[in-house]
């Protein structure tokens, strides 16, 4: 995946994790969906880069805390704007610029 690619995945992960702010269950289960499958696209690209594991934690960690948003964890006891906090936590780990083989900053 090329740097813009990433670069705009990067953007939908965000946009989607704004909008479950407020959002009905159904509304946040739909984001979910749309994440993982954004997330998938992730994961295909990290197999070409060194670190995948690394990535592959943080994409696994920004998935959990949506899933968590979107109720799908009831046990997870944290409020949904820190699981939000979370995955926006996780996609500034994955924007770093040494992430994906990437040279600048994304």
């Not at 994961?43 to 979107?70: F, K, P, Q, W």
Request: proline content about 3%; charged content about 20%; some cysteine.
């Amino acid at each position: 995946m090329m740097e813009r690619d990433i670069r705009a995945v990067l953007d939908g992960l965000t946009l989607l994790v704004a909008d479950t702010k407020g959002a009905s269950q159904l509304d946040a289960m739909r984001n979910y969906a749309a994440i993982m499958a954004l997330c998938a696209d992730l994961r295909r690209s990290a197999d070409e880069y060194d670190g995948t594991r690394n990535i592959t934690m943080v994409i696994s960690e920004l998935e959990n805390h949506m899933a968590a948003a979107a109720g799908l964890f009831p046990t997870w006891d944290l409020p949904p704007d820190q699981h939000r906090v979370g995955a926006h936590a996780a996609i500034s780990k994955l924007a770093m610029g040494t992430c994906f083989g990437q040279q600048s900053r994304i």
